[in-house]
């Protein structure tokens, strides 16, 4: 297979994302991130908590599905191959933050307790909070058991039949970047503050890292936001 190397390590970028002194990308490789911010990353473990990074914080800062930062120099990532990556910001506290959200990670509601976590630790409500959901399987490809849409229903609602398409017996699609926005408005987010970034990488044309069509070995995309010195 031909890998045209230049074009896969082009980041994909949220259109209107254009805040002063922050910068972020959705990058088809764990490696590409602007040089001169500081990564702190966190240990993924598909659960639902959140740290904040400071300046002194160390990589990785521990268990955790998401970061958030207000601190100048530094940037927070999470990597993913399938799961959702999502990207906040809330311009004018320049804070931001990336979330790792799995089914399991949706399913406990991670992007609402980003948005509170915006709130609690930089006084940012969740009307002024922007969000961009990057590359990530799409209902076209994401084949699970209908039990585990029945716990999202059980969870967050009958909105969320919304975001499933019955398939054969006991088994369906479910669009995990649906899930999120929907998780993301009922938080507070204004449905215009929500964008989806790229396509699914499972069979969409880029090359991203797809956990179901590559396996355990098959890379994975690293989405980052940072907020510059
Ligand atoms: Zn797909």
């Known amino acids: 297979m031909l890998c045209y190397r230049d074009e896969m390590s082009e980041p994909f970028v949220t259109p209107g994302w254009d805040f002063e002194g922050v910068e972020h990308g959705f990058a088809p490789q764990e490696t590409a991130v602007a040089e001169h911010l500081r990564l702190v990353r966190v240990t993924q473990v598909h659960g639902r908590e959140l740290v ?3 300046a002194d914080t160390a990589s990785p800062a521990g268990e955790a599905d998401g970061l958030l930062t207000a601190a100048p120099g530094l940037a927070v990532a999470v990597a993913t191959a399938d799961c959702v990556p999502v ?3 809330a311009p004018d506290a320049r804070a931001v933050a990336a979330v790792h959200a799995g089914w399991r990670g949706s399913l406990a509601g991670i992007v609402a307790r980003a948005v509170v976590g915006f709130s609690e630790h930089f006084g940012a409500p ?4 922007r969000a961009a959901l990057g590359p990530s399987i799409d209902g076209c ?4 058991e209908r039990e585990i849409a029945q716990r999202f229903v059980d969870q967050h609602g009958l909105e969320m039949w919304s975001a499933w398409k019955d398939g054969t017996p006991g088994k369906g699609t ?3 970047r649906s899930v999120n926005e929907l998780l993301l408005e009922r938080a507070g987010v204004p449905e215009e503050s929500i964008q989806r970034v790229g396509p699914c990488t499972a069979c969409g044309d880029a090359d991203l890292a797809s956990y179901r069509v590559d396996g355990p070995g098959g890379g ?5 936001i940072g907020i510059s010195a």
């Open 126 to 129: 969740a009307t002024a909070i």
């Open 141 to 144: 490809c994401y084949e699970i």
């Open 87 to 89: 990207l906040l910001v």
């Open 52 to 54: 904040v990074a400071r």
């Open 220 to 224: 994975r995309q690293l989405s980052w």
């Open 174 to 176: 479910l669009d995990l």
